[in-house]
């Protein structure tokens, strides 16, 4: 297919989509210009989030495998450029990944060129080490997902901040994998919603959560958002980083 074609069938693709794949921000407000350039737009035959980690590797939910297209550097998705997306070389799904309700729900895309890192497009730190989250502290969450239930999708992206909730209260109203982090959604009215899966949970400037799933709506206070936590998996993401495959 000639070049132009497939970049103005993938605008088209771009405007029709539904939010296939997992959780937009409710009751977030619009991110701020030059902040969040480390995150990733997802999309193909449905939409995620994600988030740059390397200028090779984008950061996502497992359970959003299947879609070959990212664009990097900007917030609103009406006003992008071909050198903006990027196509996806290779998936690296979690080898213990079934389904995000029994966890391990982690993949980096191999992007096929390196990411033009600048004023536009940065990465974020992820944990070094394992880290403990305290109940009640604050953290964000981003993505271009529904802002309501049954709703439309975000073209600007949308920024909430949410508290983290002690895992012992979260299994009270979740069958929890193991090596999650839960925040938002339950006891306020501020979580994810379907399209933001992938995105990261973002506490003092790192990354440590990826969005995998919630509860059936997004109308909060319900259940807890969950969230794979990162800092359990480094050594599987340190390998695959230094190799540049998996």
């Known amino acids: 297919m000639h070049p132009l074609i497939k970049f103005l069938l993938f605008h088209v693709l771009l405007c029709l989509g539904q939010n296939a794949f ?26 995620c989030g ?15 495998a299947g879609l070959k297209k990212v664009i990097l550097g900007t917030h609103n998705l009406k006003n992008f450029d071909r050198n ?4 996806v070389q290779k998936e690296c799904i979690h080898p213990d990944y079934i389904n995000y309700t029994e966890g391990n729900d982690i993949m980096l895309l191999k992007l096929s060129r390196k990411a033009q890192l600048g004023e536009n497009i940065k990465l974020i730190k992820i944990p070094t080490y394992p880290r403990f989250l305290k109940p009640n502290q ?31 209260e979260c299994q009270t109203q979740w069958h929890l994998p193991p090596k999650v982090i839960c925040a938002g959604g339950y006891g306020t009215n501020k979580g ?12 003092a400037g790192v990354a440590v959560g990826v969005v995998s799933y ?9 259940r807890p958002d969950v969230y794979t936590d990162i800092s359990k998996f480094l050594p599987w993401i340190n390998d695959i980083l230094k190799k540049q495959t998996c």
Not at 24 to 47: D, R, S
Not at 214 to 222: M, R
């Open 192 to 203: 994810t919603c379907n399209g933001d899966s992938g995105g990261p949970l973002v506490c």
């Open 138 to 168: 604050m953290c964000t969450v981003a993505g271009w997902g529904l802002t309501k239930t049954a709703g439309h999708t975000a073209d600007e992206l949308q920024v909430v901040d949410v508290p983290v909730i002690d895992l012992k």
């Open 214 to 222: 919630g509860g059936k709506t997004c109308d909060y206070p319900a």
């Open 84 to 87: 903006m997306i990027y196509n």
């Open 22 to 47: 997992g959780n937009e921000i409710i009751n977030g407000h619009k991110a701020e210009k030059n902040t969040m350039q480390y995150m990733a737009y997802l999309k193909e035959k449905g939409t």
């Open 50 to 64: 994600g988030f740059l980690i390397s200028e090779d590797f984008v950061m996502t939910a497992a359970h959003c």
